[in-house]
């Protein structure tokens, strides 16, 4: 099963007694917050969870898989995730 927004924000209403309304603004808000920091090249730190960063790609050669033609490809940036030791241990059930 794939965790939606929308099964956040069920939970957030389940578990806070918040409307679905204001469950979904406090969401979006928090996803908004992260986005920004992140586009300005900023960590985001969740402490318990892990580490969202941004890497910047710098440009290569890559190879159109169909036809074996070589292609360039741009310089680019990419989120990375690292996952705490908190997290790791509750995923390998050592929690």
């Known amino acids: 099963m794939t965790l939606t927004k929308e099964h956040l924000v069920h939970s957030i209403t389940n578990r806070l007694g918040f409307s679905e309304i204001e469950s979904f603004y406090m969401l ?3 996803l908004e917050a992260i986005k920004t920091a992140l586009s300005y ?5 969740i402490s318990g969870f892990g580490r969202f960063s941004v890497k910047e ?3 290569r050669k890559g190879r159109n ?11 680019r940036a ?4 690292h996952c705490s030791e908190i997290l790791k241990r509750k995923i390998n059930g050592r929690a």
């Open 28 to 30: 979006e808000f928090i």
């Open 41 to 45: 090249g900023d960590d985001v730190l």
């Open 57 to 59: 790609k710098a440009p």
């Open 65 to 75: 898989p169909q036809t074996g033609e070589d292609l360039p490809l741009d310089a």
């Open 78 to 81: 990419v989120v990375r995730f």
